[in-house]
Nanobody, 125 residues
């Protein structure tokens, strides 16, 4: 089972990036999935998450109105559209999947059983 995150890069402040997280080895169509980020010297924090149905989403206050999460269960892929990027968004971004079917959204990283390798986002001022 593997989660492959991609889409990171270097962008100027105000720019946009779209992160993708593709699952292989199993489907997560019944599972909540999230995007976490971790900046140097900081704890890993939940940025956004989405339930298995896509009906419920979560956004950290710092990204509300700028980031948008979506999922395509047919393609077993979760996306994070990041707009109006700020230097403080600079971090390594990780996608993660909950292992409990039909669960809600949790902010505790320990809740998520599967993790991608991380993709680095750098926003220059």
């Amino acid at each position: 089972v593997q989660l492959q995150a991609s889409g990171g890069g270097l962008v100027q402040a105000g720019g946009s990036l779209r992160l993708s997280c593709a699952a292989s080895g199993r489907t997560f169509s019944k599972n909540a999935m999230g995007w976490f980020r971790q900046a140097p010297g900081e704890e890993r924090e939940l940025v956004s998450a989405i339930t298995w149905s896509g009906r419920t989403t979560y956004y950290a206050d710092s990204v509300k109105g700028r980031f948008f999460i979506s999922r395509d269960n047919a393609k077993t892929t979760v996306y994070l559209q990041m707009n109006s990027l700020k230097p403080e968004d600079t971090a390594v971004y990780y996608c993660a999947a909950d292992d409990t079917d039909y669960s809600g959204i949790y902010s505790d990283p320990g809740r998520y059983a599967y993790w991608g390798q991380g993709t680095e986002v750098t926003v220059s001022s």
